[in-house]
């Protein structure tokens, strides 16, 4: 038993973000008299934690692989991929006629979207050598860019279909469908990061690139593989926010890529590489999440809920201690060498 205990809190931020989950579903429940956990509640706040938990993901998987690696462009090529199936999808197949053909093809096409934007920004990193930061900023314009152009700037409604907008709207045993599509994620990912060879290649590289380098790990085909990833993982958001909205545009999400940010590193990623857990991304997920929720009941200004999450950081960083810290620092002062 003892030995149990020692290996659950082991992780002192998984412990804190925990430990902060289960304080604020108390106070929330207390504080709206049950309301909180009403059904209703759960399942939309179920509804709403998939799109920035995947974002949030992707973030993941390129800061763990390291040389201040991270995927900027995730909202942009979200939101071209939902508008390209939008446009693309109706003039070869009518909702009214084939519903199930339809959803078909429309998440074929958002999944291959997300996949050709993952891989553009992998051989340009991996390829060209082009630091990540400023590469998926770029890539972000110029997905952004082009949702722009071949919408004019418009939004682009989505027919309604039943099984489409089921996906982003429907339940299955009272859970969303879009929360069980985040969670299945979560499962595959962690899977792969824990158990597959690719996970421990990307950590190695992320922790000591030369002893990567000398272990014979393929850094650009990795770099290739992950960020590749990443774009699944945005495509898959996107595809939750068109089915949810029934529409596609080209600004939506835009605080989303910061809040995505947020999630990761207040969930123990390491920015400089070679770090991070999937558990506690998801939990610290959950906790934005529920704090969203609780202040839209109390009624109180997100502005407020800005300064909430900014000092939850700081504790979460101060109580995981001074190795995620160190991390962060370490990333920032490699990006200011860099820019000399």
């Known amino acids: 038993m003892k030995s149990w205990t020692t290996r659950v809190f082991a992780d002192r931020q998984l412990t804190f973000l925990v430990a902060v989950n289960v304080l604020v579903v108390l106070a929330a429940t207390a504080l709206s008299r049950g309301q909180f956990v009403g059904i209703d509640n759960l399942q939309s706040m179920g509804g709403q934690l998939p799109e920035l938990g995947l974002l949030a993901l992707g973030i993941m998987l390129s800061m763990i692989s390291g040389n201040g690696g991270i995927d900027l462009s995730g909202?942009?090529?979200?939101?071209?991929?939902?508008?390209?199936?939008?446009?693309?999808?109706?003039?070869?197949?009518?909702?009214?006629?084939?519903?199930?053909?339809?959803?078909?093809?429309?998440?074929?096409?958002?999944?291959?979207?997300?996949?050709?934007?993952?891989?553009?920004?992998?051989?340009?990193?991996?390829?060209?050598?082009?630091?990540p930061i400023l590469c998926t900023l770029g890539t972000q314009l110029l997905f952004t860019g082009l949702a722009v152009g071949i919408s004019n700037?418009?939004?682009?409604?989505?027919?309604?279909?039943?099984?489409?907008?089921?996906?982003?709207?429907?339940?299955?045993?009272q859970v969303p469908i879009s929360f069980v599509i985040f969670v299945a994620a979560l499962v595959v990912l962690g899977w792969v990061l824990s158990r597959s060879a690719f996970g421990l290649r990307l950590y190695l590289m992320g922790t000591n690139p030369k002893a990567a380098f000398y272990a014979g790990i393929p850094r650009a085909r990795m770099l290739i593989l992950t960020y590749t990833a990443c774009g699944l993982l945005a495509s898959l958001a996107g595809l939750i926010s068109v089915t949810h909205t029934l529409?596609?545009?080209?600004?939506?999400?835009?605080?989303?890529?910061?809040?995505?940010?947020?999630?990761?590193?207040?969930?123990?990623?390491?920015?400089?590489?070679?770090?991070?857990?999937?558990?506690?991304?998801?939990?610290?997920?959950?906790?934005?999440?529920?704090?969203?929720?609780?202040?839209?009941?109390?009624?109180?200004?997100?502005?407020?809920?800005?300064?909430?999450?900014?000092?939850?950081?700081?504790?979460?960083?101060?109580?995981?201690?001074?190795?995620?810290?160190?991390?962060?620092?370490?990333?920032?002062?490699?990006?200011?060498?860099?820019?000399?």
Request: aromatic letters at 10%; hydrophobic letters at 50%.
């Open 153 to 173: 700037g418009a939004s682009v409604h989505v027919d309604y279909v039943d099984p489409l907008s089921d996906i982003g709207n429907g339940t299955v045993w």
């Open 75 to 131: 909202v942009g090529l979200a939101n071209l991929s939902g508008m390209v199936a939008a446009l693309v999808v109706p003039q070869f197949v009518s909702g009214d006629d084939s519903p199930a053909l339809y959803t078909a093809l429309f998440c074929a096409i958002v999944v291959a979207m997300g996949l050709a934007g993952g891989l553009l920004n992998g051989v340009i990193i991996a390829r060209l050598r082009l630091t």
């Open 247 to 340: 529409s596609a545009k080209w600004d939506y999400g835009n605080s989303y890529l910061l809040i995505a940010i947020l999630i990761a590193v207040m969930g123990g990623v390491n920015p400089s590489g070679g770090y991070g857990r999937i558990v506690c991304v998801f939990f610290a997920a959950t906790v934005l999440q529920l704090l969203s929720s609780l202040f839209n009941l109390l009624g109180v200004s997100q502005f407020f809920g800005n300064c909430v999450w900014g000092a939850l950081l700081l504790a979460s960083l101060a109580f995981g201690g001074g190795e995620r810290l160190r991390g962060i620092f370490g990333f920032a002062r490699a990006g200011g060498e860099r820019a000399r």
